[in-house]
């Protein structure tokens, strides 16, 4: 079955870094449409980023310039790098996969999604 497992996640100073890591299984990752979301106490899940098959990405307005998606097709890792990091960046992240919804443009459009790594920001 569809498995993701992230890492990575933990406490940092505003602008500090991170890099999340997700570990994928039981579907065709080399094909698949990957990518991140992450939820805030009181807030409404947010897409962060997405990377297509062919390595094409897209961000959130918030976090573009910030942070990086990529992809490792033979380990079958999506990384999620995160410079400049705020408070406003505090949240529960979650990797997510599209599997067969068509992989559009959209970042809430997701199939699966991991159980979560927390990523907190001290001013």
């Known amino acids: 079955q569809v498995q993701l497992v992230e890492s990575g996640g933990g406490s940092v100073q505003a602008r500090g870094s991170l890099r999340l890591s997700c570990a994928a299984s039981?579907?065709?990752?080399?094909?698949?449409?990957m990518g991140w979301t992450r939820q805030a106490p009181g807030k409404e899940s947010e897409g962060v980023a997405r990377?297509?098959?062919?390595?094409?990405?897209n961000y959130a307005d918030s976090v573009k310039g910030r942070f990086t998606i990529s992809r490792d097709n033979v380990k079958r890792i999506v990384y999620l790098q995160m410079n400049s990091l705020n408070v406003e960046d505090t949240a529960m992240y979650y990797c997510?996969?599209?599997?067969?919804?068509?992989?559009?443009?959209?970042?809430?459009?997701?199939?699966?999604w991991g159980q979560g790594t927390q990523v907190t920001v001290s001013s």
């Open positions: 990377i297509r098959s062919d390595g094409t990405t």
């Open positions: 997510a996969v599209d599997l067969y919804l068509g992989c559009d443009d959209s970042l809430s459009t997701w199939t699966n």
């Open positions: 039981g579907f065709w990752y080399s094909r698949a449409c």
